[in-house]
């Protein structure tokens, strides 16, 4: 009768430490490649999150600009229409007088009206690219919000990817694929708008 096992136990035991390790090593290898093509994601949305937002700012500015200018126009056509009011009162005077206006009351009034009308115009078209302008930029800080999920979902996935490699926990590390997922179909929703 033998006094130990006949299978050696420390080579068995050499053997499944060796196996876990390699095991391990494969599992370790597979996080640092997911977490490196998400933190590459996180990059392009966050770029991509900075360039809407920008843009965004300077659509912005620009309807700003716009309105501004639009307003500038509405008081200028207001003053030419000030100007026609008093030119409609001389000339009512000279009536209530029983005396004939002088011609160039009538014409600078009907002149009044004629710019009030391509002041009217020019206002219009400016207010036209304002809304323009404002709809385009919130356009883009919608695709911004998008871009921001998803660096927002890849940061937690990158998260949960370092976890899984501190615990060697798969089910962390799955749902940090998950979490990955959810900011790729985000950072896709933003690139097709």
Do not use: C
Not at 83 to 99: D, N
Not at 164 to 183: C, N, Y
Request: aromatic share 6%.
């Amino acid at each position: 009768m033998p006094e130990g096992p006949e299978v050696e136990t420390e080579r068995l035991h050499e053997a499944i430490h060796e196996e876990l390790e390699h095991e391990g090593g494969r599992f370790l290898r597979a996080i640092a490649l997911t977490t490196a093509f998400l933190a590459a994601l996180a990059a392009i949305a966050a770029l991509r999150a900075g360039a809407t937002v920008n843009e965004a700012v300077v659509l912005k500015t620009e309807a700003t600009r716009l309105q501004a200018e639009s307003s500038d126009q509405w008081a200028y056509y207001q003053a030419k229409g000030v100007k026609a009011a008093v030119q409609e009162t001389i000339r009512a005077a000279w009536l209530a007088a029983g005396k004939e206006a002088p011609p160039e009351t009538a014409e600078k009034a009907r002149r009044y009206g004629e710019e009030q009308e391509k002041i009217q115009e020019a206002a219009r078209e400016k207010e036209k690219l304002r809304d323009e302008k404002e709809v385009e930029a919130e356009h883009l800080l919608h695709a911004h919000h998008r871009y921001a999920s998803a660096v927002a979902f890849f940061q937690v996935a990158i998260a949960l990817g370092a976890v899984a490699a501190l615990t060697r926990i798969r089910p962390v590390w799955l749902g940090s694929l998950a979490v990955g997922a959810a900011g790729l179909v985000s950072l896709a929703l933003a690139l097709l708008r």
